[in-house]
């Protein structure tokens, strides 16, 4: 509006605000072969929901949710994970294989 009252013509803009999807999550310790079980931790960023699942599967939001250590289960076992941030975006799958057999006594 200029000082006579005057308003000046609409104006509008469009903004496009491009998000990037947060990173895979972090595992410790990394897949492979195992003779005595260890327990599986994810670095969880601020801001993210790690899901999870066991099956071979690609984890959605209705998997499993991350919440603490995970006990590695006997077996040849594929972890998946994946990490969504506040605004439902999602990284990449992250697969760790975790073969454990435990060792037996003869």
């Not at 960023?45 to 995970?70: E, R």
């Amino acid at each position: 509006m200029d000082e006579d009252g005057n308003y000046s013509e609409t104006v509008s803009v469009v903004y496009e605000v491009e998000l990037e999807a947060p990173d895979v999550p972090t595992v410790s310790p990394d897949g492979g072969q195992y003779t005595t079980a260890a327990s599986i931790t994810v670095s969880v960023p601020s801001g993210v929901t790690v899901y999870y699942t066991w099956d071979n599967t690609t984890p959605t939001t209705s998997s499993s949710k991350y919440t603490g250590p995970l006990e590695m289960p006997e077996g040849n076992n594929i972890l998946s994970l994946i990490a969504v941030d506040e605004y439902g975006m999602q990284s990449e799958v992250l697969m760790c294989n975790y073969i454990y057999y435990p060792e037996t006594e003869e």
